[in-house]
Every structure is written in C-alpha cells, then in structure tokens.
C-alpha cells in the first residue's frame, strides 16, 4: 500500500507543479496578486508531496521491501543498512526522483526565502521552475516509475553495485545533485529576466546566493567523487576526464564564471546579457549530464546504461528549455545594455577575461568528452579522448586563467591604473618565482612543469591572503576596526582562491614528483621505493557483511616511522563483483598507497600482485576543494542577502509590449 500511496503523491505532484507552471505566469502578466501568490503555495505543497514520495521509497528500501520492482534489483538483505537506504538514489529510478525532490525544495525555497522579490519577479520564477519540474515529473512517471511492483515478490534481491557501497555514496550524488538542480534557479532568473525585460543589479542580487547554493555542493561533490575514485577503484589516480567526470565539471566551471558575472552585474549594472546567458549554459549543460549517465551511451562506472528511450526523453527536454531559452535570449538580449562603462585595466575588464577563459577551457572539455560520442555516432568508430589531450589544450588554457585569479581582485573597479596595479601584485609575484627557482634548483630543468604549477599555487594561495591584506590595511597600518567589518563575501572570496591554490599545488605535486612500483611480492619480501620501505607482513582471507576478501598486510616505514596497512580483494557473492580497497597512509606531505592485484608467479616464486605509489601533496587536492567550499559557504552567509537587495534601478532599457505590469 505504500508504494501505491508514493505512486499517487507523484501524480499529485505533477498536477500541482502544472498548475504552478500556468497561473502565477498569468498573474505576473495580468498583475493578479492572488494568482502570483498561488505560485508561493503551490511550490510549498508540491514540495511536500515529493519528500513523502522520496519517504515511502527510502522506507521501502530500508525494509527491504522486495515487492518493489527497484527494491528487489538493488538491495539484498546481506546488504548493510546505511547502504541499503543508501541505494534509494544508486540507481536510475531513485536518483530521479531524488532529483525532483531537490528541485522542488529549491522552489520551496524561492517561495519561502523570497520575500524582498519584486512579486512578478518571484512568480515569474516560480512558474518557470514548475515547467522544469513538469517535464521531469513525467519523466519520472511516464518512463522511470520507481514504485512499480514485482509480482511475485522474490525472497532476496539483488544488491547495489559493490563500487557504490561506499560511505561517500551516500553524500556524492546528493551534492552533485544539489548543485545541477541548483542551476536551475539561476536559469529560472534568467528567463524571469528576460520576460520581464529587466536584469538590474536588483536582479543580481537576488540571484547570487542562489548561484552559490548551486555552486558549493557541487564543488563538495566533484572534491568528494575524486576522493572516492582515489581510494576506492584502487588504481592510485584522483581524476582520469571520464565523460561522466566531465559532465559534472562543465557546469561547475560555467558556475563560476557565472558567479563572478553576477558581482559585476550587482556593482556596476554591466555584463547583464553575459551572466543570463551563462546562467542559460550552466543548467544546460547540467542537463547534458543528466542525459549522458542516463542516454546509455557511455560505459562508465558513473553511468546508468539504461533504455536510450529515456535518453531521446532527457534529450528533448534539453532542446525544448535550452532552445526556447537562447531564442528568448536572441531577441530581448540587444534591449538589455546597460551603458555602463569601465576601462580597459579595471576589475570589470579583468573579470570578463577570467569568463572568457572559463568559457574557453569549458569547450575545451565538451568537445574531449563529445567527440568519441559523435565520430561513433557518424562513423561507427571507437576512440578515446584521454590525458594526452587535455595536457596539451586544457592545461596551456588554465594557465592565463590562474594568473588573472590573482589579479582580479587587486583591481579597483571602472579604472585602475597598471603601474598601481603590478605594485599590488609585487609580493605574490616574488614569493611565486622564489618557489619556481628553489624547485628548479633542487629537481632539475625536467621537472620545470611541476614546479611551475606548484609554484603558481603558491601565487593564488598568496594573492588570497593579499586581497584581506590590502582590505585590513588602512591609512595608520593594520586596523582591528577593518578585519570586524570586512564582509563575509570578502572572507569567502580569499579563503576560496586560496584554496584553489592549494589545489592547482596539490595537482603539480601529484602529477610531476609521485613515484611508484608495480611487482609480485612474497610474504616477508621488503621493497624500497624512495624514502619508503615496504614489506608484505601476511596474507589471509577475511569476510565482511557481504562480502569475502584476500587481505594482505603490509609494513610501511618512511625515516623512523613505521605505520602497518592493508588492502584487499573482495568478492561479492550475491553479484560476483570484485573491487580492489587500497591501503592508505595519509600524511601532510603526501601518502603512501598500496593495492594488491590478483595472485601470480613472479620471479621469486608464487606470490600477490602489488602496486606501490608515492603520492606527494595528493591531500591538498582534496583539502583546497573543501576550502573552496568553505569560502563560497562563507559568501552565502553574507548579511547583505538577508538584508535584501538594493533599491531597484528602472528597467534598463524601454521594451514595446513589456511584460512587467504596470505599478
């Protein structure tokens, strides 16, 4: 009966958010106040339905409920419990409804959290966040029903993928999730902007908190799927440009172009055509992801190979919203120029050049990860776009880009001067080359790379710390009075491009200095790797939940330290999947990484597989991410958003048949 209930709240659901999509769009034409506020309540109630669907199905999931069609595919009972409720979203069916669950709150959110809206402003996103939760809701429906019944129903089931029982399963999805869906407000603002005819610094306002909602917990969850990937599928690597990789990258790199097209929006009233049409790209291509996991496709541990039915489904909705919202764009985008002007050295000049490049190394990405996808679709013939390629176009691209992360916040607004400016830029620029020449001197002209992007880490961390410096500095020194008063958005900025440097740091590390040995090793047989001496203590057989594994201990010894480590080779019976658990020592200055293959003859006689990594700084990687997490957190929290936004300028530009109603 439950699942019958979930079925008919969908239903109910998809009624409401039709509803939502129509009359509060006609109340902000008509300047209706009851049917603009019907859009508030409708987007609160659809929002409660979905979480009983999503509750019903996440009990059924935990009961082990296996007359449900998807309950019986993905859980067994051997299967653990957090795991268990884990794979309501480890799946295709779930992981939609998941999706319309977080669109909804964020509706909710709109309608509850927007009271300083313009009211035809917030109705107008209201419906056009109905639409998208119409065309998903079907889908849900229509093609993914996740409350389908299995008759007779089986004593057992099948259990989750091994790979995604994994804690961070059960946080990597939702963030990603949080922040696809989350581009969706932005991309709702913008169209709202477009019909209304008016994209002000109001209008920027506004939507900047929701640019960051969107854009923190998908930094969370790109950080959190390479942690994964690092220490689950055992091969010693943190990011490989899978497709699927890819498709969560894309809208995070358009994010934050957006993000910082929306600050020159709020403060100087200019690039509004610019950040509509990137806040129209971001959900986009958040919309190609969704189809390329879901279209069938790619083969990927990520993906969900299912019917490409669904896929020409997901693709339709992506031409339907993205087309219609270009074709808007074209033709009210010329009546959107503000005027504003600012000169060639200037923070606005500067930030433009920061979104070209993010746009540059976005199409950079997209035709790496699309054209395998078309020349097979063309040709019928399969090939791989992989490191090699993204070594040779991405990294020169991001190159010019890191260095303008340093710049653009020593640069004041409408016009500086370049000589003021370099001065600013003196001590990070210093402390940069100091880094580059002391690594040269140490590693040598072949690792020139390396310790150049180490090196440029250390120009973004540094120019982070600068731009609080430069703000706590006032005409007598240091001023206690300036670190109280500095905004939260400021806090966050430099916390967040500091921890990009630590990132770009931890990466040169990984990529230039890690070290590693592959062999057979016998019990008892020690190895050296350069300052690390291994040696493999015992191998044994151990069982688990739900599972049986070949565990081999090891010995690991760095100067006078000596930590013990183990990795294994589990076997999962009710599926007959394999995964590979590393054994990792984590450290400041790097890891030591362990992971054993399958048994084998080597030349000291029958023995294991091991594969033995160094991986200097391979930590930061993950710890600059978090920090950028943090900084965007700290900008969300910023008391200027709920203040409200700034007085709202008139419409930019005059529109023959305005939609906005007259006042």
Sequence with gaps: MLAEIGHFALILALLTAATQAVLPMLGAVRGDGALMAFGRTSAQLQALLITLAFGILMTSFGQADFSVKLVAQHAALSQPLPYRLAATWGNHEGSMLLWVLILAIFGAGIARFGDNLRPSLQARVLSIQAMISVAFLAFALFTSNPFERLFPAPLDGAELNPLLQDPGLVFHPPLLYLGYVGFSVTFSFAVAALLEGRADAAWARWMRPWVLAAWVPLTCGIALGSFWAYYELGWGGWWFWDPVENASFMPWLLGTALLHSAIVTEKRQALAGWTILLAILAFSLSLIGTFLVRSGILTSV??????????????????GATGTALALFAYRAPMLRSGALFAGVSREAGLTLNNLFLMAVTAVVFLGTFYPVIMEAVSAEKISVGPPYYNLVFVPLSVPLLLLVTVGPMLAWKRDNLRTVLAKLKWPALAAVAIFAALL???????????????????????????????????????????????????????????????VAGISAMSGFADSKILVMQTGQTVELGRMSVTLNSIGQVRGPNYEAVQARFSVKQGSSVRELSS???????????????????????NSYIAIG???????????????????????????????????????????????????QPAIAPLRGSLVPAE
């Design 598 to 648: 399958d048994s084998q003859t080597g030349p000291q006689g029958p023995g294991i597989v091991v594969r033995i990594y160094n991986h200097p700084l391979v930590g930061w990687i993950w710890f600059g991410g978090l920090m950028m997490a943090l900084g965007g957190a700290a900008s969300l929290a910023d008391r200027r958003f709920r203040i409200g936004a700034p007085q709202r």
């Design 302 to 319: 990520h993906a969900f190979a299912v019917d490409p039915a669904r896929g020409v489904f997901i693709l339709a909705m992506i031409v």
């Design 568 to 590: 294994e080779r589990r076997i999962y019976p009710v599926s007959r999947n394999q995964t590979t658990e590393a054994g990792i020592g984590t450290g400041f200055l790097g």
């Design 441 to 503: 001197f140490a590693l040598g002209f072949g690792k020139a790379a390396s310790a150049f992007g180490f090196a440029l880490g250390f120009w973004l961390a540094i120019g982070g710390v600068m731009v609080l410096a430069k703000r706590w500095k006032g005409a007598a020194g240091f001023s206690m009075r300036l670190v109280r008063t500095t905004p939260a958005a400021v806090l966050g900025m430099a916390l967040a491009h500091a921890g990009l440097g630590v990132t």
